[in-house]
């Protein structure tokens, strides 16, 4: 039985890996599972079919036979759970690699969403200017306490693991803002992830889907 999970018809990342089946495909491809795609327009979102998937009407959503997720971070938990290769044997280490999960969704990307929503969907406001500062601010408080802890290690607790998945995917969105380029170990370790051959066909199978549907007009 091949699992099934949704993205976006047309992301409006337009393919750069930022929207989050990514981290979902990224896993999968980490622990060598076979899925199977459904791609969701905005329109099909919001209908009843998928609403019963996900209550919120998002992607991506993950079906394996009875079992229905959704929200990312649930799915890559649920898909490290289940397969080798993302979280650790030792119980200790295990633990600190969920830790890191919790820290790069609850720690670090709610100000790095700040940024995205005070440039897109408050840049017209008349106070956007003056925010725009505070907001980067504050990213950067987290990008120092981060480089800081990650020092010259490659990853953040030894071997790579689903935290670093989850933050090396919370931290792409930054590149850009050229944030992430005052943070020389963070650019690194970013590059580091995206460098992993399971990211890469995880990518190119994201981009795929933009490339076709631009194609396709």
Not at 45 to 61: D, E, N, R, S, V
Not at 104 to 111: F, G, I, K, Q, Y
Not at 162 to 170: E, I, K, P, Q, S
């Amino acid at each position: 039985m091949i699992l099934t999970i949704t993205a976006f018809e047309r992301s409006p990342d337009r393919g750069k890996g930022l929207a989050r089946d990514m981290r979902v495909r990224w896993a999968l491809e980490e622990a060598g599972q076979a899925y199977q795609v459904r791609l969701v327009s905005f329109e099909a979102m919001k209908a009843p079919a998928h609403l019963a998937l996900h209550p919120f009407g998002q992607i991506p959503t993950y079906e394996e036979g009875d079992l229905v997720l959704f929200e990312s971070a649930a799915i890559v938990f649920h898909i490290a759970e289940r397969h080798a290769g993302l979280l650790p044997a030792d119980a200790d280490a295990r633990a600190r690699a969920i830790t890191w999960m919790f820290a790069a969704l609850n720690t670090v990307e709610p100000p790095i969403l700040d940024l995205q929503t005070a440039r897109f969907a408050e840049g017209d406001k008349p106070w956007s200017e003056q925010r725009l500062p505070l907001v980067k601010d504050r990213i950067r408080v987290r990008l120092r306490e981060l480089s800081n802890r990650l020092g010259d290690a490659d990853w953040l607790d030894g071997a790579f693991s689903a935290g670093d998945l989850m933050m090396v995917a919370v931290l792409l969105r930054l590149k850009p803002s050229g944030l992430l380029d005052e943070f020389p170990r963070l650019s690194a370790y970013v590059a580091r992830g995206e460098a992993r051959p399971a990211y890469q066909r995880a990518f190119a199978a994201q981009l795929a889907v933009f490339t076709a549907q631009s194609a396709g007009g």
